[in-house]
Nanobody, 115 residues
């Protein structure tokens, strides 16, 4: 059974940095697309970043230039380096794994940007 576990969230001041991690287990996942979404209070879940099977990464315009997502294939791990954080980045961040059988989500982790 596929399982995704996020870590690394927390409280950070505006302008600060934070790195999220997502560890995937339960299947042969090494090249399947993985990415990040987020959901702010009272808003719909929105796309943040997606690493494709070919290794290219797409970012939402709101985070481009500030966020970087990377992957360690031998660890089935996905990372999201977030720099120059803004209060509007406050949300629950979710890890996503896209398999042929369907999409799998982590439980989500809170990121709060506040002074």
């Amino acid at each position: 059974q596929v399982r995704l576990v996020e870590s690394g969230g927390g409280l950070v001041q505006p302008g600060g940095s934070l790195t999220l991690s997502c560890e995937a287990s339960g299947s042969a996942l090494r090249t399947d697309p993985m990415g990040w979404y987020r959901q702010a209070p009272g808003k719909q879940r929105e796309f943040v970043a997606l690493l494709s099977r070919s290794g290219t990464t797409n970012y939402a315009s709101s985070v481009k230039g500030r966020f970087t997502s990377s992957r360690e294939y031998d660890k089935n791990a996905l990372y999201l380096q977030m720099n120059s954080l803004k209060p509007e980045d406050t949300a629950v961040y979710y890890c996503l794994l896209k398999l042929i059988a369907g999409d799998y989500w982590g439980q989500g982790i809170q990121v709060t940007v506040s002074s």
